[in-house]
């Protein structure tokens, strides 16, 4: 059995600013983030290697936030939103480049993992969906994995594949999303349905991890389980993924 994992790699960035969104404006020119104090810019002094930011006066740092407001303060903000997902992110757990299950049985699961981190600056949120059908077989006709679309427990001698973004008992495999550098910076978890241990799921389609506000680095891995019955057809199986990260305002 081989199951190949393929997944989508970006980065989007982008702003669009209309003149409503300056505190003053001209046909030419506009003013943001007007402040007052004694004093803060960006790239003072610079050389060829180094560049030094002016903070002084400073009254007011960081991220600010509610259930359903946040803010970015300081002199030095970036206004720029944007949007990072990595597949196989190296500075993430399980890090690897795809998944060969080689033979399954009946009277085991079979398992194995990816990651993928997410990113989100001057945003809502984000959502990341999963796209691909479930695994297929190379045979004429195809046969197709029966997935657990309502989730389940692993049940070796019983046809399944899911897959969820937590650590798992049983059988032993993944781990708990993480967050880069820690947790007072990111805030991504697993959703819904993908988020409780030794629970698997899958729908293509799905929404398997969200953010409700602007997140540094999470890290997310991913857990993928196969069983097999007696009368599984034999075969080479492979199963195409991409993970979709959108932002949410």
Known sequence: MLAAIAALLGTVTGTSWACTNAQTCSTNYQLNEAFFGNGGLLDTTCSGS????????????????????????????????????????????????????????????????????????????????????PPASNNVPAHTFAALTSGGTSSPGTEQFGINLVANTSPSVGASPSQLPDSTFGFGQAATGYGTANNFKYNNGDTIATSAKSSGTTCYVMSYLFNISGVTPNGVYTFNQSVVATSTF
Do not use: H, I, M
Request: hydrophobic share 25%; with cysteine; aromatic share 10%.
């Open 50 to 133: 180094y560049c030094a930011k002016q903070s002084a006066g400073e009254t007011t740092v960081g991220n600010p936030s509610s259930t359903n407001y946040q803010a970015r303060a300081g002199f030095n903000t970036d206004r720029t939103p944007s949007l990072t997902l990595v597949v196989n992110d190296s500075q993430c757990p399980s890090y690897n480049t795809g998944v060969n299950l080689g033979y399954l049985s009946t009277l085991s699961a079979t398992t194995g993992t990816v990651n993928f981190s997410v990113k989100s600056y001057l945003a809502g949120g984000y959502n990341v969906t999963t796209v691909g059908t």
